[in-house]
């Protein structure tokens, strides 16, 4: 159980780039943070991985964008030195916990190979399988980032990437205990932009809100979209990237300007509303993702009654805590420790879900508790 070096790795529905970043991490406490690197995806990238999305394994576009993922985690994560586990989430085509599947491309398997080190990786499968929402799985890490920047009241995170989502935790619990996360999607948060930016701009999203700041919200339609029957959901909630995307074609007909604007208040309406459903008002939200670098954005969630700051502020590095957390998940999927909740997902019991992939005829020291099938999966519920 002692600290190791874990780097992680995220490719997000805003589908920009690859994140990678190293912690180290015992799986339930943070010890330190390491180096990190991005690496961006090309035009040409990012339009064979738009061609999949919303398709599932054997759909025509699939194996095309899971070669773009594998070769751009490949590029980054090669670069970073006495690694000792990989946790990689894949990019997201395809969620539907209804139906209890996910898809996540890219093959773990193929990266071990590659890399010559244990990689983690399908996360969310476990927990879908389960009757869990299989999203957001960020939460332990969340808790353990409150409690390693001293935080003593309930706090909450909120994370601006393609889709919104927010973890409301209270750190003078363990993460294990009842009461001390709660987490689910907001709503719409910067996939609508970008994709208006790159329909109208041909730019991949809204540089320093310009766009936004140009135009007018227009109330009524703000007001018709939160009528959307996911905000009369109790979480724990999850979204796809494209949920709203009919319910927000009355929105994208405006002129460009104002439908950045309105859906600028419609980022800041959902994480309100979200606030209401949390079990207190969070001391404060600090923010992560894409998302907090947008004045736009910012100044309307500034509007809202609890103090706002990016995560910057409490010494947080906001481009990175995705990549991270799967570096932290990673540790606790190899010591069979939960990786989400019946507060954070919905599942019907704590469960530590993943697959661990180790190279051919590569032993190694890593220690792990947790019992595995044939297939390398985690066998495991609490």
Same mark, same amino acid.
């Given at each position: 159980?002692?600290?190791?070096? $874990?780097?992680?790795?995220?490719?997000?529905?805003?589908?920009?780039?690859?994140?990678?970043?190293?912690?180290?991490?015992?799986?339930?406490?943070?010890?330190?943070? &390491?180096?990190?690197? %991005?690496?961006? %995806?090309?035009?040409?990238?990012?339009?064979?991985?738009?061609?999949?999305?919303?398709?599932?394994?054997?759909?025509?576009?699939?194996?095309?964008?899971?070669?773009?993922?594998?070769?751009?985690?490949?590029?980054?994560?090669?670069?970073?030195?006495?690694?000792?586990?990989?946790?990689?989430?894949?990019?997201?085509?395809?969620?539907?916990?209804?139906?209890?599947?996910?898809?996540? !491309? &890219?093959?773990?398997?193929? =990266? $071990?190979?590659? +890399?010559?080190?244990?990689?983690?990786?399908?996360?969310?499968?476990?927990?879908?399988?389960?009757?869990?929402?299989?999203?957001?799985? !960020?939460?332990?890490?969340?808790?353990?980032?409150?409690?390693?920047?001293?935080?003593?009241?309930?706090?909450?995170?909120?994370?601006?990437?393609?889709?919104?989502?927010?973890?409301?935790?209270?750190?003078?619990?363990?993460?294990?205990?009842?009461?001390?996360?709660?987490?689910?999607?907001?709503?719409?948060?910067? $996939?609508?932009?970008?994709? =208006?930016?790159?329909?109208?701009?041909?730019?991949?999203?809204?540089?320093?809100?310009? /766009? !936004?700041?140009?135009?007018?919200?227009?109330?009524?339609?703000?007001?018709?979209?939160?009528?959307?029957? %996911?905000? #009369?959901?109790?979480?724990?909630?999850?979204?796809?990237?494209?949920?709203?995307?009919?319910?927000?074609?009355?929105?994208?007909? +405006?002129?460009?300007?104002?439908?950045?604007?309105?859906?600028?208040?419609?980022?800041?309406?959902?994480?309100?509303?979200? /606030?209401?459903?949390?079990?207190?008002?969070?001391?404060?939200?600090?923010?992560?993702?894409?998302?907090?670098?947008?004045?736009?954005?910012?100044?309307?969630?500034?509007?809202?009654? +609890?103090?706002?700051?990016?995560?910057?502020?409490?010494? /947080?590095?906001?481009?990175?805590?995705?990549?991270?957390?799967?570096? #932290? /998940?990673?540790?606790?999927?190899?010591?069979?420790?939960?990786?989400?909740?019946? &507060?954070?997902?919905?599942?019907?019991?704590?469960?530590?879900?993943?697959?661990?992939?180790?190279?051919?005829?590569?032993?190694?020291?890593?220690?792990?508790?947790?019992?595995?099938?044939?297939?390398?999966?985690? !066998?495991?519920?609490?």
């Amino acid at each position: 159980m002692e600290p190791i070096r $874990a780097l992680g790795a995220m490719s997000g529905t805003s589908m920009d780039g690859v994140d990678a970043a190293v912690i180290v991490t015992d799986g339930k406490a943070i010890e330190a943070f &390491g180096e990190s690197a %991005y690496v961006e %995806y090309s035009e040409a990238e990012r339009s064979v991985i738009r061609r999949a999305m919303g398709q599932w394994k054997g759909d025509k576009d699939v194996n095309a964008a899971a070669k773009v993922v594998e070769d751009a985690h490949i590029r980054v994560l090669d670069g970073f030195a006495d690694v000792q586990v990989v946790g990689f989430h894949g990019q997201t085509l395809a969620h539907d916990p209804a139906n209890r599947r996910t898809h996540q !491309a &890219g093959d773990g398997a193929a =990266l $071990a190979r590659t +890399l010559r080190k244990p990689v983690v990786w399908d996360f969310r499968t476990a927990d879908v399988t389960l009757g869990g929402e299989g999203a957001p799985l !960020a939460p332990a890490f969340h808790h353990a980032c409150a409690r390693w920047i001293g935080a003593t009241k309930p706090l909450a995170f909120l994370n601006l990437g393609g889709v919104g989502n927010l973890t409301w935790l209270d750190p003078a619990k363990v993460v294990e205990e009842d009461g001390a996360l709660l987490a689910f999607d907001t709503g719409p948060a910067n $996939a609508p932009i970008n994709d =208006l930016c790159m329909d109208w701009l041909g730019q991949p999203f809204d540089r320093d809100g310009e /766009l !936004a700041r140009e135009g007018e919200a227009d109330a009524r339609l703000v007001a018709d979209l939160m009528g959307h029957p %996911y905000f #009369f959901r109790m979480p724990p909630k999850s979204l796809d990237r494209d949920s709203f995307r009919q319910a927000g074609a009355t929105i994208n007909a +405006l002129p460009p300007s104002h439908a950045a604007a309105t859906w600028v208040a419609v980022i800041a309406a959902s994480v309100d509303h979200a /606030l209401s459903q949390c079990p207190t008002m969070p001391d404060r939200l600090l923010v992560t993702g894409g998302g907090r670098r947008n004045p736009a954005i910012m100044d309307a969630l500034a509007a809202l009654s +609890l103090p706002v700051a990016p995560v910057e502020e409490v010494g /947080l590095d906001g481009d990175m805590l995705e990549a991270q957390a799967f570096a #932290f /998940l990673a540790v606790r999927v190899l010591r069979g420790l939960p990786t989400s909740f019946p &507060g954070t997902t919905g599942v019907r019991a704590r469960v530590g879900g993943g697959i661990v992939s180790r190279p051919e005829g590569q032993v190694d020291d890593l220690p792990t508790s947790a019992r595995h099938r044939p297939d390398g999966r985690i !066998a495991k519920a609490r």
